[in-house]
């Protein structure tokens, strides 16, 4: 049993759900001020875990017979069926719009943008090199769902300026993650920036929306009137994205810069938001 759990959760790479997590929770925290009452903290658990769940068992689907020719990728088809695949897709699906249902009725009737937002990424490496975008949009969208499911309305543009800043930041580490496929993408006509453009122009790329993104985490901290504690926070953020921009340099740690150096910037962001709400 443990076993098959193990497998199920490294096909979803469960562990990457600490990239959007940490960034709707600081988003709840920050639309309530403090902690929301519990069927808004369940509600937005809920859907932040069933809306990744179901965006990866759908990337995995739709790229499942490409996947099985890239030896990097090839093992992902032996670890569950297509048959649990495709459970594992629905139960995602209905996990967030069931959370969706315990938040509000704007939540609710936004769910099935959600879906199709996280959905469509999957499908833009065929036509588009800037796919990238995409993901940074389905992120993105994280915190702005995490404020309406406080609010209950578009009544602020923090959360707007917060999700922006979370695409363009995963829009860059992206960039960097596709660079281990940039020859497999040319080899079989897949759509992607390093494959189109090269690998100078992709770590320039991620650099600059990296920039882009901590200047908009800091004007999101500003409009919630954030003081010196959040600047902190976005100074350490700046050198562990120089550090993650250092080992993409080199193949070998490109992996660490991927999944470690994001997974701080992440969880430095929740830091800094909680510092400044519980402190006060």
Same mark, same amino acid.
């Given at each position: ?20 997590? $940490? @960034?709707?929770?600081? =988003? ?18 809920? +859907?932040?875990?069933? *809306?990744? %769940? ?13 996947? &099985? ?13 297509? %048959? %649990?695949?495709? =459970? ?39 036509? %588009?090199?800037?796919?990238? *975008? @995409? ?16 609010? *209950? ?5 923090? $959360? ?21 496929? &940039? ?17 100078? #122009?992709?770590?320039?790329? #991620? ?5 882009? #993104? ?5 004007? #999101? ?12 926070? +976005? ?24 999944? &470690? =150096? ?15 709400? @519980?402190?006060?």
């Amino acid at each position: 049993m443990s076993s098959a759990i193990y497998r199920w959760a490294e096909f979803i790479k469960f562990e990457h759900t600490v990239f959007a997590m $940490p @960034f709707g929770l600081a =988003a709840m925290f920050l639309a309530a001020g403090g902690v929301p009452r519990g069927s808004v903290l369940f509600g937005v658990v809920v +859907c932040l875990v069933g *809306g990744r %769940t179901a965006a990866m068992a759908f990337n995995r689907l739709a790229d499942w017979s490409i996947d &099985q020719k890239n030896p990097r990728t090839a093992v992902r088809s032996t670890l569950i069926s297509k %048959t %649990t695949a495709y =459970a594992t897709m629905v139960g995602g699906v209905l996990a967030l719009v069931g959370g969706a249902w315990i938040l509000n009725p704007l939540c609710l009737m936004l769910s099935p943008v959600a879906v199709g937002i996280v959905f469509f990424y999957s499908l833009t490496k065929r036509f %588009t090199w800037g796919s990238h *975008g @995409f993901l940074g949009l389905a992120l993105g969208t994280a915190p702005v769902g995490a404020w309406l499911a406080v609010r *209950g309305q578009f009544d602020s543009w923090v $959360p707007i300026v917060l999700g922006t800043a979370v695409g363009l930041w995963v829009a860059g580490f992206d960039l960097i993650y596709a660079l281990q496929d &940039q020859e497999f993408d040319r080899e079989h006509e897949l759509k992607s920036f390093p494959a189109r453009f090269g690998e100078t #122009a992709a770590l320039k790329m #991620a650099t600059g929306l990296h920039g882009l #993104a901590v200047l908009g985490l800091g004007v #999101a901290g500003w409009m919630a009137g954030f003081g010196w504690r959040y600047g902190v926070v +976005c100074g350490l953020m700046v050198a562990v994205l120089g550090l993650e921009t250092l080992w993409a340099r080199k193949r070998e740690t490109r992996g660490r810069a991927f999944f &470690q =150096a994001n997974a701080a910037v992440s969880l430095l962001v929740l830091l800094g938001v909680m510092w400044e709400i @519980f402190w006060k």
